[in-house]
């Protein structure tokens, strides 16, 4: 069908698009071409027509997603993220007339609890860092004394991550 080629055609456009006019990382780039793959492997499963599918075939590919592949929330979110900027591409270039990731439900992601360390850990941690006494002389090239620098500045990360409450991205 000609519509099927075109959307695989329509996927390199944008995937160079994103590439040489908005200068995204190949490896972006990569995740933008693999997340539409599926997208189109999906619609030809489906016979859908890419240029005419609205809100409520998205909400179904997250259910395929799901049922059909197990995927987890926080991947089927990350596809129906990639399928927003192309069919705005896709509209300003007029290939489709209207954006059927507006409207769609998205997968909710399940929140995270933090993980901690009780007073146990935390001493037995500080231990290993502070403990400096079993080192070898040269460790995968490096000299005793820079491994013990080492050791010092990751002391002086868990002190404050301690003394601070902040994460470990924050800190």
Known sequence: MATESDFWQARQDFVAHLRYAKGYSPGTCYAYHSDLGIWGR????ARKDWRAVGHAD???FNAWQARKRGV?????????????????????????ESDPIYLADKPKRPLRIPVWLD?????????????VDDLP????GR????????RRRYEMLFGLL??????????
Request: net charge positive; charged share 25%.
């Open 72 to 96: 987890n929330p926080h991947i089927a979110s990350r596809r129906v993220s990639c399928l927003a900027p192309f069919y705005k591409w896709a509209v300003k270039n007029r290939l489709v």
């Open 162 to 171: 301690l003394a601070s409450g902040l994460r470990i991205s924050e800190a």
């Open 58 to 60: 998205v909400e179904q």
């Open 119 to 131: 007073r146990g850990e935390q001493a037995a941690l500080q231990a290993a860092t502070r403990q």
């Open 42 to 45: 999906w619609l030809e499963e």
């Open 143 to 150: 000299k005793c004394e820079t491994v013990k620098a080492i």
């Open 137 to 140: 002389d040269n460790i995968f």
